[in-house]
């Protein structure tokens, strides 16, 4: 039986065309990372087995509509020894929602190093169980810092996360289960100091990269850890980091979203 993640990224094709009816969502607006995640499928599904997703930079042109089928359009931009890169464009009822450069990386041997880090808040003292918004709420398992918000609600950054079903062993499914959940959170992260802005209800992403350092296993919990960098012309970016409970950095993550009062 399919896991919760390949339902979600199942598509049906058309050369190179494929459409996606899958959706999920905040009240009438579909959530940014299936959108994501979809559109990594799309794309993983036309470079050749072996090449592993790299990096993705997308953006949010326009909310999407829960309900409606999203069809994505792959432009193959260039396919190289090493590196596939593709172009995405997802359209609803004709327009355009959403646009995704996606590269994948034929993997190579080589020095393997990172940074040191420590978590802010280790999985010991996580010990707040909360949940995604219900229509996610069977897919994760979501530990919070003591004092954090719980129940059913957006968790905010630093928290722990693991997959609570089984994930084929498929690295363009983990990348893209990774996607879904790397635009959780991002926004809340970006709010701006001051009374005005009480939520990210009224906010909404607009760009969103994430590199791919490492393979992940959605079976172990990783913390995903953001802070907010600079807000200013109603635009806040956040920069986070997604790490194995060993520290070993999995990916990063960098997002920019909308504030208005």
């Not at 190179?16 to 990372?33: E, N, V």
């Not at 996610?136 to 918000?149: L, T």
């Amino acid at each position: 039986m399919p896991s919760w993640i390949a339902d979600l990224v199942q598509l049906d094709r058309s050369g190179d065309t494929f459409r996606a009816s899958a959706s999920y969502g905040a009240g009438s607006r579909l959530f940014g990372g299936l959108i994501a995640a979809q559109a990594l499928a799309a794309a993983g599904a036309t470079v050749e087995p072996g090449r592993l997703p790299q990096s993705l930079h997308a953006y949010f042109i326009k909310g999407g509509r829960i309900g409606v089928d999203v069809e994505f359009t792959v432009e193959i931009t260039r396919d190289g020894r090493s590196f596939n890169t593709r172009r995405v464009t997802a359209v609803q009822d004709g327009a355009a929602i959403f646009e995704m450069l996606a590269s994948f990386h034929q993997p190579e041997t080589n020095t393997d190093w990172q940074r040191p880090q420590e978590p802010r808040v280790p999985l010991t003292d996580a010990t707040i169980l909360t949940r995604l918004p219900i229509e996610w709420a069977d897919h994760f398992d979501i530990r919070i810092a003591p004092g954090r918000q719980s129940g059913v609600d957006w968790p905010t950054q630093p928290f722990w996360f693991r997959t609570r079903e089984p994930v084929e062993d498929d690295p363009l499914l983990r990348a893209c289960a990774l996607t879904f959940i790397s635009d959780l959170g991002m926004v809340s992260t970006a709010r701006p100091p001051g009374p005005e802005f009480p939520g990210p209800g009224g906010a909404a992403s607009l760009d969103h990269a994430l590199w791919l350092h490492r393979p992940s296993d959605p079976h172990h919990w990783h913390l995903y850890d953001a802070v907010a960098v600079t807000h200013s012309d109603a635009r806040g970016l956040a920069r986070g980091s997604l790490q194995r409970d060993d520290g070993t950095l999995i990916a990063s993550v960098v997002q920019e979203s909308l504030w208005r009062t």
